[in-house]
């Protein structure tokens, strides 16, 4: 059965970090391009980062760029996400997803996805 699933999320006070894991099971994240989204309560799901098979392409949203951090350990077959510098706009259900994408692309559409964590609720608060 092919899973993704989503650790580390948790309460964070505005300021602070958070760093989540992805990790699959069931298939091989090395032939997977690999995006992180969120999605707030009346919002839609928006991308938030992109990550390619190869890890040579990165691409960031433009509210998280310079405080996140996407990342890939194929050899454990699990993928990052470090947040840095939180700030309540950032509470959100954070949810990872692949695609098995051969080139040096990704894409920060949810359409483009295939298979998708259950998602780990992120809350920034004091």
């Known amino acids: 059965q092919l899973q993704l699933v989503e650790s580390g999320g948790g309460l964070v006070q505005p300021g602070g970090s958070l760093r989540l894991s992805c990790g699959a099971s069931?298939?091989?994240?090395?032939?997977?391009?690999i995006g992180w989204f969120r999605q707030a309560p009346g919002k839609e799901r928006e991308g938030v980062s992109c990550?390619?098979?190869?890890?040579?392409?990165?691409n960031y949203s433009d509210p998280v760029k310079g405080r996140f951090t996407i990342s890939r350990d194929n050899a454990k077959n699990t993928a990052y996400l470090q947040m840095n510098s939180l700030k309540p706009e950032d509470t959100a259900v954070y949810y990872c997803?692949?695609?098995?994408?051969?080139?040096?692309?990704?894409?920060?559409?949810?359409?483009?996805?295939?298979?998708w964590g259950q998602g780990t609720q992120v809350t920034v608060s004091s």
């Open positions: 997803a692949a695609v098995r994408f051969p080139g040096s692309v990704c894409n920060p559409s949810p359409t483009w996805y295939t298979y």
């Open positions: 990550i390619s098979r190869s890890g040579g392409t990165i």
């Open positions: 069931g298939f091989n994240l090395d032939y997977y391009a």
